[in-house]
């Protein structure tokens, strides 16, 4: 293996200055526009090429775009914080995310690595027990925190970029860095994928932060991510005087709430793991009337993708029976899925040998499950079922808390590890697929 890049001081600050920035400015999914346009200047400094907007997307395979108005006030304020307006304008409907690919003018194969930008729908604790906000880092958007870990991911990527910029006479063929959407909901990998952005990679690798493994452990593929399917259910009915004429309405809530009683007995499936939620429910007008919408937010999940079409094929008869009994109308709309999707075993020896030997890896470990699920998985797929390798690293970090809460923090220390075992992966990529006739 080519030696670990040693990262100079000047790139850890940087960092560290890029992931506090990005937390500092946390945007939801299909809203990222002033993280989008903080990483094309920073790839486009660096003497990247920048794919971003429509150009990145197959628009008819976006999945839970937010309306025009919340996009609107998004793009506002991301030029109000700073944002190229030009870059914004750009970005148009919520095509965020950038594609920033460097090409070596050397024949290779072209080696891509996905990176998520998104924070979740959090409003992050302000209190002095917890770092940011201590800092002066903390999410200044309401309702917008990153609890995952994606500003450290996309702060990997710039780091990964930078890198590979200084060891481009060392490299072969192509470099993707895929800065991604819209993935909490499961959202924005598949309008990328359907545009074929991935059609022509040979080896990839997803990366993510974790928060309750040791630090400095390191999985080489992470398996068992469960398919799943995100859909919200409405339920239009009739409006009366619950005193004076109930007897005119039809109940929309009751509908709901039947429907939310009957999806959670849905029989569990024999042939693994199967999961279903109600997160949400809203409905109604007024204590005196009949409530006429209702609306209830769910997620199937299933240990294979046959599993979790199991399950939805199940909901939608339960729904559909619940709008019947009560007499409503009803609409079903999709907002994320994500398939399962394994690692490729020939890949992770290699993987391995990537990580070790990088100052500050402890253990590192080949496959192991998490029981969520993932968008890059459709990533993975495409790669695959092409012909190429894939898979799905994890990075230990052991933090006092867990994602998507209040109170998640990253530890910086584990960027550099990221950066250092990817820029070696892509240095030695070529060899390594050779080696295997897959040049």
Known sequence: MTPAPTLSAELRTNLTRWRRDFHRHAETAWTEFRTTSAIIGALRDLGWATIFGPDLHEASARLGVPTTDVLAGARARAVDQGADAELVEAMGEGFTGVLGVLETGRPGPVVCFRFDID????????????????????????????????????????????????????????????????????????????????????????????????????????????????????????????????????NALLAAASATLGLHA????????????????????????????????????????????????????????????????????????????????????????????????????????????????????????????ATYVQIGMETSWGHHTERFDVDEDMLAVGVAAEARIALDAPEFLAGLGRA
């Open 119 to 250: 924070a979740n729908d959090l409003n992050e604790l302000a209190d002095d027990s917890h770092r940011p906000f201590a800092e002066g880092f903390a999410s200044v958007n309401d309702g917008a925190m990153h609890g995952c870990g994606h500003d450290g991911h996309a702060a990997m990527g710039l780091g990964l970029a930078s890198v590979l910029t200084g060891m481009v006479a060392d490299l072969t063929g192509t470099v993707k860095i895929i800065f991604q959407p819209a993935e909490e909901g499961v959202r924005g990998a598949h309008s990328i994928v359907a545009a074929g952005w991935f059609d022509d990679v040979d080896l990839f690798v997803a990366t993510h932060l974790k928060s309750d493994d040791a630090k400095g452990g390191v999985l080489t593929g992470v398996d068992g991510y469960l398919a799943s399917t995100k859909f919200d259910v409405e339920f239009s009915g009739v409006g009366a005087h619950a005193g004076g004429d109930p007897e005119k309405g039809r």
């Open 266 to 389: 849905i029989p569990r499936h024999s042939a693994g793991a199967s999961r279903i939620n109600v997160g949400t429910f809203t409905a109604g007008e007024g204590r005196n009337v009949v409530p006429r919408t209702a609306r209830i937010a769910v997620e199937t999940r299933g240990e294979t993708s046959e599993i979790n079409d199991f399950m939805v094929a199940r909901a939608a008869d339960v729904v559909a029976g619940a709008a019947l009994m009560h007499g409503v109308d009803h609409k079903v709309t999709v907002v994320g899925r994500a398939d399962t999707a394994s690692p490729s075993p020939e890949l992770l020896p290699f993987i391995r040998a990537s990580f070790t030997g990088v100052p500050g890896v402890a253990e590192i470990r080949d496959t192991g499950g998490l029981g969520g699920s993932e968008d890059a998985t459709a990533m993975m797929k495409r790669v695959t079922e092409r012909g190429g390798l």
